[in-house]
């Protein structure tokens, strides 16, 4: 297990980038720590396989440096880094038994054929197929295959991280939860560095204690799924992270209120620093208030989603949406309120704190 340091990590496939659009990768610089369970989520293209593959060693970045345990391992190969790595789709030796599949890494390592298959035994329960055991690989179904692979990349002990690149692709949903539930059990028993790569929110959500969020070759925000909701710290993790995503709204500020078309909204308070760029308001459907109350707005749809109903409204020419309890009244003259507490500030689509507010600069 190791802690991995991305040192101002950019990466190009092609060669001579001059503009920031040539880098897959912009500038990533971060860490995991070790023994972390980190999910990286954004849409595809966004960079997260070229970061993976980064820290595997499958790819050297053009610039910057990476670190494991304080040690440069930049230019090492990935046996040297000693990472195990789960892809999308299944690498297995189709020829070999699923036994033989799980044993060979370990075998491959030197490891005693006492504990080979104590450890495939093991693995072999944890991704269900204990019963096909003795099974060539290659008769097997596409989902058999990948939990073959996923148990590939489990069975070792001894690694510095694990690293899984939408590995639940390909599986079922109910036997994506049963794997992704297996997936948490093992990292609290053995506390392993592990990067879990994946476009879907409730998949990363529910795998990880942090949540890394890219977007075109960057890192946007780092949080836990609490932290995510409640301060999205850029736009595009307000609209991507919930469901509906977060509303943003171009408004005016001055001082403590912001101004939507002709109508005026009280803001918690004042924001921290000055704002430059495109200004914008954001606002979750948990937390705008459909009554009698506020704006005028006009409802254009109300869908129903079994306790909870959405409701789509248009406000000063904008769209927004309302998440409401199910029994929840609509005025035939409808109106919405935004609750301060949901309300967040955009410059740039970058956040920008309140004035007070925890974490804020003076
Ligand atoms: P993600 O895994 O988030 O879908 P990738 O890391 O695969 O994103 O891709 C990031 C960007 O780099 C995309 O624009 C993609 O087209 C480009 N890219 C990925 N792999 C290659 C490659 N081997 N050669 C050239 N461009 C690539
Ligand atoms: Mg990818």
Same mark, same amino acid.
């Given at each position: 297990m190791a802690r991995i340091d991305l040192e101002h990590i950019r990466h190009a496939y092609g060669a001579n980038p001059k503009s920031d659009a040539d880098y897959a990768l912009k500038e990533v610089h971060h860490t995991f720590a070790d023994g972390g369970a980190y999910a990286l989520l954004g849409p595809s293209g966004c960079g997260k396989t070229t970061l993976l593959n980064i820290i595997s060693g499958l790819l050297t970045p053009s610039h910057g440096r990476l670190l494991f345990d304080g040690e440069d391992v930049t230019e090492l190969s990935t046996r040297e880094r000693n990472i195990a790595q789960v892809f999308q789709f299944p690498v297995i030796y189709d020829t070999m038994t699923v036994y033989d599949n799980l044993a060979f890494p370990l075998r491959n390592r030197g490891v005693p054929e006492a504990e080979v298959d104590r450890r495939v035994r093991e693995t072999l329960v944890l991704i269900d197929l204990a019963d096909w055991a003795k099974r060539k690989a290659r008769g097997l179904t596409a989902d058999q295959k990948q939990k073959i692979s996923l148990g590939r990349g489990l069975v070792r002990h001894d690694v510095n991280a694990i690293l899984f690149d939408?590995?639940?692709?390909?599986?079922?949903p109910h036997m994506k939860w049963v794997l992704r539930s297996q997936l948490k059990l093992l990292h609290k028993r053995f506390g392993h560095t592990m990067v879990y790569v994946t476009h879907d929110q409730t998949e990363a959500l529910t795998f990880a204690d942090t949540v890394v969020v890219m977007y075109e070759g960057e890192i946007v925000q780092i949080g836990t799924p609490d932290e995510l909701f +409640?301060?999205? +710290?850029?736009t595009f993790v307000g609209y991507f992270i919930g469901s509906p995503g977060m509303n943003v709204l171009p408004v005016a500020v001055d001082g403590a209120s912001a101004k939507l078309g002709e109508t005026t909204i009280r803001l918690p308070a004042a924001p921290a620093a000055s704002l430059s760029g495109k200004v914008e308001l954001g606002i979750r459907p948990e937390f705008v208030a459909v009554g009698r109350e506020g704006m005028k707005a006009s409802i254009r749809k109300v869908e129903d989603i079994g306790r909870l109903k959405i409701v789509r409204a248009t406000v000063e020419g904008h769209d927004v949406a309302a998440i409401v309890p199910e029994d929840g009244e609509i005025p035939a003259d409808p109106r919405l309120a935004f609750r301060p507490e949901g309300i967040n500030l955009y410059a740039s689509s970058r956040r920008v704190a309140f004035a007070g507010e925890k974490g804020a600069r003076p």
């Open positions: 939408e590995p639940l692709t390909v599986i079922d +409640s301060r999205p +710290s850029h």
